[in-house]
């Protein structure tokens, strides 16, 4: 019987009777989420809910790693609010672009590229909370990151951040040359939302709808425990609402934020997992663990890819939480969990 806590590339449906966590939380990551639940961040308003997922990650997260070279970008993009009356032309000019910033481990050499997306729900996160785990990925991954500062929720609702998101994907590849980056090697990825954000680039047949569509299929995707269904409806999203850094309830906080109204969240657009069809998906790596509202959905997700005949990498840590990727100076298991998924992306240079 295989174990899920460790990394396989063979995981197809959980065995009869087969545990999808471990019995308890790893000790630290416990003592972390325990101590965050003092102040519940559900009732955090977003403004200061986003200076303290920076700070948490400064303070209990990854070291900085120097970087060989890094750039950073200003880039246009063309999908505003949805034409609202009380937009204002100044509005619209301010909100136009976002920021890039590429990360090269080795000036010098040829690598692969892995177009980033942050998590936070829509709604919290930046390049800037992830900067630390963008230049651990390159150094370790061995390959180049391009970290995306898509625009948030409330102000930028579904689909707006989708939007970005496939605007970026463009502009890079239509600007390959100029960024030094092989347009043959170029896949997309990112953690929690920002997984979410990667999955939908993959998925030409629902951007339809979207003004702008995806130009380019992603080489491969990596999706660090990503969040694909925002019905709510699994074991895991009723069972997780305690003691951990992503909750139940603040599931329910990003959705509130990140949508127009809770009738869209069977949208395939919003819950890519209720998509017909995922068969038209690049070859894919997908991390679920153990202690997270998102692990059920995450599961059938990875089994959906293989179903439909995708080569996918499918990971589970079942003793570490949600976010683990912040709190790695409290926690030697998020620590080597974080080695872990960099080399998980280091096989993608094979």
Same mark, same amino acid.
């Not at 396989?8 to 972390?32: D, F, H, I, R």
């Not at 102000?155 to 890079?172: G, T």
């Not at 951007?207 to 269904?229: G, N, R």
């Given at each position: 019987?295989?174990n899920?806590?460790?990394?396989?590339?063979?995981?197809?449906?959980?065995?009869?009777?087969?545990?999808? $966590?471990?019995?308890?939380?790893?000790?630290?990551?416990?003592?972390?989420?325990?101590?965050?639940?003092?102040?519940?961040?559900?009732?955090?308003?977003?403004?200061?809910?986003?200076?303290?997922?920076?700070?948490?990650?400064?303070?209990?997260?990854?070291?900085?790693i120097?970087?060989?070279?890094i750039?950073?970008?200003?880039?246009?993009?063309?999908t505003?609010?949805?034409?609202?009356?009380?937009?204002?032309?100044?509005?619209?000019?301010?909100n136009?672009?976002?920021?890039?910033?590429?990360?090269?481990?080795s000036?010098?050499k040829s690598?692969?590229t892995?177009?980033?997306? /942050?998590?936070?729900g829509?709604?919290?996160?930046?390049?800037?909370?992830?900067?630390?785990?963008?230049?651990?990925?390159?150094? /370790?991954?061995?390959?180049n990151?391009?970290?995306?500062?898509?625009?948030?929720?409330?102000?930028?609702?579904?689909?707006?951040?989708i939007?970005?998101?496939?605007?970026a994907?463009?502009y890079?590849?239509?600007? /390959?040359?100029?960024?030094?980056?092989?347009? $043959?090697?170029i896949?997309?990825?990112?953690?929690?939302?920002?997984?979410?954000?990667?999955?939908?680039?993959?998925?030409?047949?629902?951007?339809?709808?979207?003004?702008?569509?995806?130009?380019?299929?992603?080489?491969?995707?990596?999706?660090?425990?990503?969040?694909?269904?925002?019905?709510?409806?699994?074991?895991?999203?009723?069972?997780?609402?305690?003691?951990?850094?992503?909750?139940?309830?603040?599931?329910?906080?990003?959705?509130?934020?990140?949508?127009?109204?809770?009738?869209?969240?069977?949208?395939?657009?919003?819950?890519?997992?209720?998509?017909?069809?995922?068969?038209e998906?690049?070859?894919?790596?997908?991390?679920?663990?153990?202690?997270d509202?998102?692990?059920d959905?995450?599961?059938?997700?990875?089994?959906?890819?293989?179903?439909?005949?995708?080569?996918t990498?499918h990971?589970?840590?079942?003793?570490?939480?949600?976010?683990?990727?912040?709190?790695?100076?409290?926690?030697?298991?998020?620590?080597?969990a974080?080695h872990?998924?960099a080399?998980?992306?280091?096989?993608?240079?094979?």
């Amino acid at each position: 019987m295989d174990n899920l806590n460790q990394p396989t590339s063979s995981l197809n449906e959980p065995l009869p009777g087969k545990p999808l $966590q471990a019995s308890q939380l790893e000790a630290k990551q416990l003592m972390v989420a325990k101590w965050l639940s003092l102040a519940p961040l559900y009732k955090l308003p977003v403004t200061l809910f986003r200076y303290v997922f920076l700070a948490m990650d400064r303070v209990l997260g990854l070291t900085k790693i120097e970087m060989d070279k890094i750039v950073e970008l200003v880039i246009p993009v063309s999908t505003n609010h949805r034409g609202d009356a009380t937009d204002t032309a100044d509005n619209l000019h301010i909100n136009n672009t976002i920021k890039l910033r590429i990360y090269y481990p080795s000036a010098n050499k040829s690598q692969k590229t892995l177009v980033y997306f /942050h998590g936070g729900g829509g709604v919290i996160g930046s390049i800037n909370t992830h900067d630390h785990f963008c230049r651990y990925l390159a150094k /370790h991954g061995k390959m180049n990151i391009i970290s995306v500062g898509y625009r948030l929720a409330p102000e930028h609702k579904f689909p707006i951040p989708i939007c970005d998101a496939i605007e970026a994907w463009n502009y890079i590849n239509d600007n /390959h040359q100029q960024l030094n980056i092989n347009p $043959q090697y170029i896949g997309v990825g990112g953690d929690s939302a920002g997984g979410y954000l990667a999955c939908i680039i993959g998925l030409n047949s629902l951007q339809t709808s979207l003004p702008v569509q995806a130009k380019v299929t992603p080489a491969f995707q990596f999706l660090i425990y990503p969040m694909v269904d925002l019905q709510g409806l699994t074991e895991s999203y009723r069972r997780f609402n305690k003691q951990l850094i992503l909750t139940r309830d603040l599931m329910d906080y990003f959705r509130l934020h990140y949508l127009n109204s809770l009738d869209e969240v069977t949208l395939p657009l919003v819950s890519p997992l209720q998509a017909k069809d995922i068969s038209e998906s690049p070859k894919s790596y997908i991390l679920t663990l153990g202690y997270d509202p998102l692990r059920d959905d995450g599961i059938a997700y990875a089994q959906r890819l293989k179903a439909a005949g995708i080569n996918t990498q499918h990971q589970h840590y079942d003793d570490c939480m949600h976010g683990f990727i912040s709190i790695t100076k409290l926690s030697a298991r998020a620590k080597q969990a974080t080695h872990d998924i960099a080399m998980a992306l280091n096989s993608f240079n094979d």
